[in-house]
Nanobody, 124 residues
């Protein structure tokens, strides 16, 4: 059974930083495409960042490019999202997701396992 558990969310002032973690079990992150999504209240879940298996290619939404960095530690079977220069519009519930294959998907439909989400709140 695949489980993804996010942590690291919280309240931060604009301009600050947070690092989200996603600990995986039942599936190795080294063999999976991992993604981070976020969901604003009343909105659909949107892609934030993804990282491939193997060659560790990454892809980011335009809204976070240059501010967020996705990475993974295969030894810990954990994926991270380092978020810098946070803005109030980054406030959302952030979800970790996993899929098999080699291509980063930007639609939630591409992923077959999800974490429970962690709240990130950025105050102005």
């Amino acid at each position: 059974q695949v489980q993804l558990v996010e942590s690291g969310g919280g309240l931060v002032q604009a301009g600050g930083s947070l690092r989200l973690s996603c600990a995986a079990s039942g599936r190795t992150v080294s063999n999976s495409v991992m993604g981070w999504f976020r969901q604003h209240p009343g909105k659909e879940r949107e892609f934030v960042a993804g990282i491939t298996s193997g060659r560790l290619n990454t892809y980011y939404a335009d809204s976070v490019k240059g501010r967020f960095t996705i990475s993974k530690d295969n030894a810990k079977n954990t994926v991270y999202l380092q978020m810098n220069s946070l803005k109030p519009e980054d406030t959302a519930v952030y979800f970790c997701a996993s899929k098999l294959g080699v291509i980063i998907g930007t639609s939630p439909n591409h992923y077959d396992h999800w974490g429970q989400g962690t709240q990130v709140t950025v105050s102005s």
